[in-house]
């Protein structure tokens, strides 16, 4: 799956990792996105809900219905579901290049979690583990972890109303080969412990 991959060949290719794919508005116009697709210019959640009438119910992994939905509307952002027993989300929100901070975490060898980057933080995929202790912000020095709430999750190319788009620095290959949230947890907070992320400066892009 490339960078430069359409929303709908990625679309059609998620239900082989396990994932029920759901067809989302986007930004519009191309070049300078304002607006959601959805045409309400005070639309609460631009560019991250489901297209027109569908909703979280209507995620599928039937390939008929996901190209029906992707030749209607090419431009449509990808996202699948977070619930409580299939697929978690942890959330590490740090400034600085999410590439260097994926070099960090592999340094101290964080467990291998399919990772999306998004502007700001790091959306690193789990098994997701009820009885595992919700993140808390107050623990980090530098980098703030947060779950991500159950819901839709945008999945790469998404592009975002900043006009970037959601990338994977590490993917997906099958939604129940992913890691239980609280070793993953364990290991981020032992990360951030050790200040290690603190000397990633905001400005170091490279
Ligand atoms: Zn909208």
Known sequence: MSYSQS????????????LPILACHWPTPTELPQFCSCGALDCPT?????????????????????????????????????????????ELHHPANPDRIVQLLNLHTVDP????????????LVQPDPTAAAPDPTAASNGTLTSHAPGTLLLPPSRLMSGQRLRWIRRLSHTTRLRPAASVLVQLRDVLA?????????????
């Open 7 to 18: 929303p709908g060949a990625a679309a059609l290719a998620y239900p082989t990792c396990g």
């Open 46 to 90: 631009p560019a991250r809900h489901p297209l027109g009438t569908l909703t979280p119910h209507d995620a599928t992994r039937d390939l008929a219905q996901l190209a029906r939905w992707w030749q209607a509307t090419p431009a449509a952002n990808p996202a699948t579901l977070t619930d409580p027993t299939h697929l978690g989300v942890i």
């Open 113 to 124: 979690c399919p990772i999306i980057a998004a502007p700001g933080r790091l959306h690193l």
């Open 194 to 206: 050790t200040g290690a992320l603190d000397a990633l400066h905001p400005l170091l892009t490279k």
